[in-house]
C-alpha cells in the first residue's frame, strides 16, 4: 500500500530523516518505535505531506505522493492523527467529527460513519452537543481518532495515541486501534509506550537519530536484547 524509499526530510538546515526507507502492506498494523527526537513525529509528517522530504520518493497505491498537498493526499486515503489530538475546542463534538469528512460529498456516507465513530466510542455519542474543549484527555484523543475516520481513510497515521492518558483508558485504545484495523482500515502507529504497540502490530521499525536500525516482525522485537533493553526497560 505504501512504500517509502530514501527520503531526506528537513526542517530549515536540520536534517531530520536520513535516508529512511519502509513499506507498509494493506491490511496490517506497523508501529515505528524510537526514542525522543528520532524523527517518528517527521516521518508522519513527510508521509502526508505537511513537512515533505526534499529527496526520495513516497508512493501510495502505486501513485508518487511525496509532491502533492496534504489535501490531495487525504482525499486520496491518507489520514494522520497529530500528536496532542489538537481538537477544535470551541467546537462541538459533532462539529469536530464533521471536519474530518470536509472534503466529502457523500452525504449519506458522513452520516454511516459518523454512526460507526459512535459504536466505536459510545462516550462521543453522549458528549455530541458538548464544546471538544471541555472533554478529557481521553475522550479528546478518542475525538481525534473519529475524526480521522470520518475522512474515511485506508490508511491511518497515529501519532502517540496514548500520551499523557491513563492505564485504562490506553487499554481501551488499543483495543480500539485493533478493531479500526479489522474493520478495514490499515495503520501506521507512532507510539511512546513501545510494548503495548509491539503487541498489537504485525511488524515494526526502530528508528534512532533520522535513521532506521531494526525492522521486522513485531514479535521478534518484543524479543529483540536491544529493543528489549533500549525501549522495554527489560533486561
Known amino acids: 500500500m505504501l512504500e517509502v524509499r530514501d527520503i531526506h526530510t528537513f526542517y530549515g538546515n536540520i536534517q531530520a530523516l536520513r535516508g529512511l526507507s519502509l513499506r507498509i502492506e494493506a491490511g496490517e498494523i506497523v508501529t515505528l518505535i524510537g526514542a525522543n527526537g ?33 489535501e490531495r493526499i487525504v482525499s486520496l486515503g491518507i489520514t494522520q492523527v497529530p500528536e496532542g489530538r489538537m481538537i477544535f475546542p470551541r467546537l462541538t463534538v459533532k462539529e469536530n467529527l464533521l471536519m474530518g469528512g470536509y472534503l466529502r460529498r457523500d ?14 466510542f459510545p462516550v462521543l455519542r ?26 474515511r481513510p485506508k490508511l491511518l497515521l497515529l501519532d502517540e495515541p496514548s500520551l499523557g492518558l491513563a492505564p485504562l483508558v490506553v487499554e481501551n485504545i488499543f483495543e480500539i486501534i485493533q478493531q479500526i484495523n479489522a474493520d478495514g482500515v490499515t495503520v501506521l502507529l507512532v507510539e511512546q509506550n513501545a510494548q503495548m504497540a509491539l503487541q498489537i502490530a504485525h511488524r515494526g521499525y526502530v528508528l534512532e537519530t533520522g535513521r532506521l536500525t531494526l525492522e521486522g516482525p513485531a514479535k521478534d522485537l518484543l524479543n529483540d536484547p536491544k529493543v528489549r533493553s533500549a525501549y522495554l526497560g527489560l533486561d
Do not use: H, N, W
Open 38 to 70: 528520532a524523527g517518528k513525529t517527521t516521518t508522519l509528517m513527510s508521509i502526508s505531506g505537511v513537512t515533505p522530504p526534499k529527496q526520495g520518493s513516497i508512493t501510495f497505491l502505486g501513485q508518487e505522493v511525496s509532491r502533492l498537498s496534504t
Open 107 to 120: 452525504k449519506a456516507g458522513v452520516r454511516a460513519d459518523e454512526e460507526r465513530v459512535y459504536e466505536l
Open 126 to 151: 453522549e458528549r455530541r452537543a458538548q464544546m471538544g474543549g471541555t472533554l478529557s484527555g481521553g475522550e479528546q484523543q478518542m475525538l481525534a481518532i473519529g475524526r480521522a475516520l470520518l475522512a
